[in-house]
């Protein structure tokens, strides 16, 4: 047993510190300590960059360069294991060894398999870092297939009564399950879609997409597009003529959400993890500790506390948690 604490706070992304230091999704990739990026998602990238060495996908690293405009080396560490977080292409989940313990970080993560991305699989752990976007009791989705098949049929309706249909969702990730599930209708992307989605699409998983163009609109058509796509001249002319909307977000579930949206369906599809599959993640990796973050963090300790029996608290900002072991 270690007699050195493990330190674990927010600050430049999430901190574990011991006999090395390591950053998660850190807001600046610096010159010491070990940087380790979990997925592509805006709020989960680096905004500086002063350093040169990450832990990542080839996924991510492609992402973080277009981003910062820096080259960086992805490398590898002999404390640190990667796992398929199954949230989006290139997401990963770490595992890095700290005074003698297992901590294990997931950023955004997603445990049903959707439409060719697989989900995430427990890891046993000491320490659990989970994130906690939908660890609120009744936010509970229907199970992927069964949705992917209602908004298929949702825009196949729609085009069949002579309208266009526009679905929305945040570009990488959902828009490439939507993508996969509107295959067969030749589905169209606006900018954002097209390069997030070129930018993973390769002969061993490829996607069938084009970018919208006036050209390629003379029939009714299905487009895939950025949530705030709905706010642009482009839609407000597609709506003139006529365009059904939808929205494509877990948030689906809250009360009034399609109103708030300002679209004529909102369907719950997502690619985080519900409340029930981060309870059954957190039990199967058995941890001594778990430390909620990012999303309904504190309701989320709690029920795994009283449900589960295993220690748990949130990471708030500029407060330590001392893991004594």
């Not at 080396?73 to 398929?84: C, Q, R």
């Not at 061993?204 to 001249?233: G, H, I, M, Q």
Request: aromatic share 10%; with cysteine.
């Amino acid at each position: 047993m270690s007699e050195r604490a493990l330190e674990i706070r927010l600050g430049n992304g999430v901190e574990v510190l011991g006999e090395e230091e390591f950053y998660f999704d850190a807001e600046t990739i610096g010159t010491s300590g070990t940087f380790c990026i979990s997925h592509a998602h805006s709020d989960h990238l680096p905004k500086r960059v002063e350093g040169r060495e990450v832990v990542c996908s080839d996924v991510t690293l492609k992402c973080i360069e277009g981003r910062t405009k820096h080259p960086l080396n992805k490398i590898d560490h002999p404390g640190v294991a990667m796992f398929d977080a199954g949230h989006m292409a290139g997401s990963r989940m770490f595992q890095a060894e700290q005074c003698g313990k297992r901590v294990l970080y997931t950023g955004d993560l997603c445990t049903r398999d959707r439409f060719g991305c697989a989900g995430a699989k427990p890891v046993k752990t000491d320490v659990l870092i989970i994130e906690s976007t939908y660890g609120r009791p009744g936010y509970v989705f229907p199970p992927s297939e069964e949705m992917g098949r209602v908004m298929h049929d949702w825009a196949e309706d729609t085009i069949s009564q002579g309208h266009s249909a526009a679905m929305f969702a945040y570009p990488f990730g959902k828009s490439q399950d939507l993508i996969k599930i509107l295959d067969d209708m030749d589905p169209l992307t606006d900018q954002s879609v097209y390069n997030a989605t070129s930018a993973i699409s390769s002969e061993r998983d490829p996607y069938n997409f084009r970018l919208y163009s006036e050209e390629l609109a003379n029939d009714p058509f299905v487009v895939v597009c950025t949530p705030w796509f709905r706010k642009s001249s482009q839609a407000d002319c597609w709506r003139r003529n006529g365009m059904r909307t939808a929205a494509v977000s877990g948030w689906a579930l809250d009360r009034g959400y399609r109103y708030k949206m300002r679209v004529d369906e909102a369907f719950p599809f997502s690619d985080h993890a519900d409340f029930e599959e981060l309870l059954a993640f957190t039990k199967a990796c058995e941890p001594s500790v778990v430390l909620t973050h990012h999303g309904f963090d504190a309701d989320l300790a709690r029920e795994i506390e009283s449900r589960l029996g295993i220690e748990a608290r949130p990471l708030i900002k500029n407060q330590r948690s001392l893991l004594e072991f």
